[in-house]
């Protein structure tokens, strides 16, 4: 498969370093999606506000719920970059086992591997929002019982935030970042038998 967008590469001009540099930790070289987005500088200067929010600590989420959230999506959404990126830089810091990886790509949140409610919870909702851009009352209701308010609308805005970055990642057909995982690499099934 051809990239569409082919991303920057260095030298770049000043301004386009300045919004790199700032959209990873110091001293990171920037990640394809980011010199793809560098491609349209209004729109990155843009996003760069949004998504640091969604990876600070200002999240109400923690990392851990965070990762769920988004390495579920990506899975749904078939976004194998922004997938392999977050499973590369973030799985083991957050706990997670293979299995637990394996089970948000390619299993559910019925999977053997999770044993807290919260979790299995957040990945069910998830699921809805991807679905059918909505969840019932009960999945709602379910969810509310872990989350407060400023929780849940964080899950939701997260979600959404990840169906647009798997959106723009996958329709530009961004080349995967060297030594990122990718789903094949998670294929073991977790489901319960």
Not at 21 to 29: L, R, V
Not at 57 to 76: F, G, P, W
Not at 167 to 188: C, K
Request: contains cysteine; negative net charge.
């Amino acid at each position: 498969m051809n990239t569409r967008i082919t991303p920057l590469e260095a030298p770049f001009e000043e301004e386009t370093a300045e919004i790199l540099a700032a959209m990873m930790p110091p001293g990171a070289p920037p990640i394809a999606l980011f010199r793809t987005f560098a491609k349209n500088l209004p729109m990155a200067k843009a996003m760069r506000r949004w998504g640091s929010y969604e990876l600070s600590r200002d999240l109400s989420l923690s990392m851990r719920q965070r990762e769920i959230v988004i390495n579920r999506v990506t899975a749904l959404c078939k976004c194998e970059y922004e997938w392999g990126v977050h499973v590369a830089f973030f799985a083991e810091r957050v706990g997670f086992t293979r299995e637990q990886v394996t089970s948000l790509t390619h299993g559910n949140g019925s999977d053997t591997c999770w044993s807290d409610d919260v979790e299995t919870t957040l990945i069910q909702f998830v699921d809805a929002l991807h679905e059918g851009a909505n969840t019932n009352d009960s999945q709602w209701e379910g969810l509310a019982r872990h989350l407060n308010e400023q929780q849940m609308l964080d899950v939701c805005m997260l979600a959404g935030w990840y169906h647009a970055i798997s959106f723009a990642a996958n329709a530009a057909r961004v080349p995967f970042e060297f030594g990122a995982p990718r789903f094949a690499d998670y294929l073991q099934s977790t489901k319960v038998i």
